[in-house]
């Protein structure tokens, strides 16, 4: 388990860092301020361009190691799916709040607002499909174990005639 969490903790730093960054790029192409790596808030903040590129990666980083770390919650067996997503989801949308203000992704409780809701919808969507998949799975197994049972109970019927 706790090298399963490990090796999370390393990707979604290394996916975090690229994700980051990569919503940085895209928020600077959206503004009319040209093409920025961070933003101007950042910049103002850690007193320089490469500090702020700096800060910026790390926190990405650790912000993408702890939501994939906290895909360990749905490997609680004893926990509903639907509370496994619920408390990712929580973790996703509580780490990103400071996260995204501080970075200057995001500026107003507005912006805060909009993005906490499509993370929530995104969740949702997720779990429904999810939720499907697993109750098709669990039709499947339930149709190949009365198939089985008929089988069984044809082979125990067979059985008898046998000996009669």
């Not at 996703?92 to 409780?109: K, Q």
């Not at 779990?127 to 198939?147: C, D, E, P, T």
């Amino acid at each position: 388990m706790l090298k399963r969490l490990i090796k999370r903790v390393i990707i979604g730093f290394v996916i975090g860092m690229i994700a980051g960054n990569a919503i940085a790029l895209f928020i600077s192409l959206m503004s009319s301020g040209g093409f920025r790596m961070v933003t101007d808030i950042l910049i103002e903040r850690t007193g320089g361009e490469v500090t702020a590129i700096f800060v910026q990666t790390l926190m990405s980083g650790l912000y993408g190691a702890l939501a994939f770390a906290g895909i360990s919650v749905y490997e609680i067996e004893r926990l509903p799916l639907a509370l496994s997503s619920g408390l990712h989801c929580l973790l996703i949308v509580l780490l990103h709040v400071p996260n995204a203000l501080f970075l200057g992704w995001e500026n107003s409780l507005t912006e805060v607002m909009i993005t906490a809701a499509i993370q929530v919808a995104g969740y949702f969507v997720i779990w429904l499909i999810i939720h499907g998949i697993y109750r098709n799975q669990v039709r499947n197994l339930n149709a190949l174990q009365k198939m089985h049972q008929v089988q069984e109970e044809g082979a125990a019927y067979g059985s008898d005639d046998a000996e009669k």
